[in-house]
C-alpha cells in the first residue's frame, strides 16, 4: 500500500508539470506503458497471498491515475485547438480578392477568326460527331477498308466501326449526303486525333476547319480548282493580313480530291531561311484541299456528272502558331497564365 501512495504522490506531481503533448506522452509510458510504474505493480503479484484484492487495487489505482490524465489531455488539446483557431482567423472586413476575367484561349479565338473570314464569303456551319463512323470517315470519302492512305491518319478506335474523327472530312461526307444533288456552301469547324507523334507543329488531338462548295454545273458559277485557289488566297491574305508571308500551293494527293493540293505559308520563325521549327523548308503546311473525287459525289447519292466542287481542311493551330509567332504547339493546350495573357 505505500507503494501505491508513493505511485500516486509521484504522479500528482508530475502531471502538474505537463503543459504540453510531448510531456504528456512520456508520463503515459512512465506510468501506463509495458514497463511502467503501475504494470511494474503486477510483478509482485507473486508475492502477495491475496491476489484477488491485490489485482483489484492496481486496476483502481490505473482507473484514478487515468481519469487525471484524460482531463489534463483534455485541457491541453483545448488549449492548442484555440491557439490554431486563433491562427486561422479570418478577417471577414479585409477586402476580398478580384477574379480577373480569363482571356479567350488564342486557338479558339483563331478558329472564330477563320470562321467568320468563311462566313463573311456566305459559308454556313456545319457541325457533326467527334466519334465518328468508319464509313463517315473514311469509306464515304474513297478510302476503303484496305486504302493505304488510312496509314497517314491512324486514329484512336472505340471499337470496329467507331473510331475518333481524324479530320473534320467525316462532317463533309455526312453533310453531302444528307443534301444530295443540292448546292451547298459550308465550312465544319472542330476537334481531330490522329495517333501523331507530339512535336512542336503536331499534336495527338488538333483542330480543324473544314471547307465545302459544291455546285451544279449549269450555274453560270463554278468550284473547280480556279475558285478553290481564288478561295484560299483570299482566306490567306485576311487571316496574314500586314504579315510578310508567302502562300505557296503544292501539288499533293487525297483519295477524296482529284486534283489535290497542299498550302504552306512562310515559317514565322525564320522568315523562309529555314530552321527547326520548319524543319529547315522554310514552310510551314497549314492545309489541304482539292476538288472533290467524282466518287465521293457518287457515293453521297450526287449526280457526280451534274455537280462539281471543292474543299480543304485548314488546321487551325498551324495558322495560330505562325500568325502570333508561337513556337510550340503545346502552348496551346497547357493553360498557362502567362502564356495565355500575351494575346
Ligand atoms: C486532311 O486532314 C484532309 N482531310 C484535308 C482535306 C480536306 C484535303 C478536304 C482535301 C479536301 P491533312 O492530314 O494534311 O489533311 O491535315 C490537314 C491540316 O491539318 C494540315 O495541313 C495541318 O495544318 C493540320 N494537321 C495535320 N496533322 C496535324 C497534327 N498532328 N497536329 C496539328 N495539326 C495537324
Known amino acids: 500500500m505505500k507503494k501505491f501512495e508513493e505511485i500516486r504522490e509521484q504522479f500528482k506531481l508530475k502531471i502538474n508539470n505537463v503543459n504540453n503533448h510531448q510531456s504528456l506522452k512520456e508520463l503515459k509510458v512512465e506510468f501506463f506503458g509495458k514497463k511502467g510504474l503501475i504494470t511494474g505493480l503486477m510483478s509482485e503479484m507473486k508475492n502477495i497471498e491475496d491476489k484477488k484484492s491485490y489485482g483489484q487495487a492496481i486496476n483502481d489505482l490505473k482507473c484514478e491515475l487515468m481519469a487525471q490524465y484524460n482531463i489534463v489531455e483534455q485541457e491541453i488539446n483545448e488549449v492548442l485547438l484555440n491557439e490554431q483557431l486563433k491562427k486561422d482567423a479570418i478577417d471577414v472586413t479585409l477586402p476580398g480578392r478580384k477574379n480577373k476575367p480569363a482571356k479567350q484561349n488564342i486557338l479558339l479565338k483563331t478558329a472564330r477568326e477563320i470562321e467568320m473570314i468563311f462566313i463573311e464569303m456566305g459559308y454556313e456551319i456545319a457541325i457533326g460527331p467527334e466519334v465518328e463512323t468508319d464509313f463517315y470517315n473514311f469509306e464515304a470519302l474513297n478510302l476503303d477498308k484496305n486504302h493505304p492512305a488510312r ?40 476537334k481531330v486525333y490522329r495517333r501523331d507523334d507530339d512535336d512542336a507543329t503536331h499534336s495527338h488531338q488538333f483542330m480543324q476547319i473544314e471547307g465545302l462548295v459544291v455546285i451544279n454545273k449549269k450555274q453560270n458559277i463554278s468550284a473547280s480548282m480556279r475558285e478553290l485557289k481564288t478561295t484560299l488566297s483570299i482566306f490567306a491574305n485576311k487571316i496574314f493580313a500586314g504579315e510578310d508571308l508567302e502562300v505557296r500551293f503544292r501539288q499533293s494527293f487525297f483519295p477524296f480530291t482529284e486534283p489535290s493540293v497542299e498550302v504552306d505559308i512562310t515559317c514565322s520563325r525564320c522568315k523562309g531561311s529555314g530552321c527547326n521549327f520548319c524543319k529547315q523548308t522554310g514552310f510551314i503546311e497549314v492545309l489541304g484541299a482539292g476538288v472533290i473525287h467524282k466518287n465521293v459525289l457518287k457515293i453521297a447519292g450526287y449526280d457526280e456528272d451534274e455537280y462539281v466542287g471543292f474543299a480543304f481542311g485548314i488546321g487551325v493551330e498551324r495558322i495560330a502558331l505562325l500568325k502570333h509567332n508561337i513556337d510550340d504547339i503545346r502552348h496551346l493546350y497547357i493553360n498557362d497564365e502567362r502564356f495565355n495573357k500575351q494575346f
Not at 497517314?152 to 455526312?174: C, P, V
Open 151 to 190: 496509314d497517314m491518319q491512324d486514329t484512336f478506335y472505340i471499337n470496329e466501326h467507331l473510331l475518333l474523327r481524324t479530320h473534320t472530312s467525316g462532317i463533309q461526307s455526312r453533310t453531302l449526303q444528307a443534301n444530295a444533288n443540292k448546292d451547298l456552301k459550308i465550312i465544319c469547324p472542330g
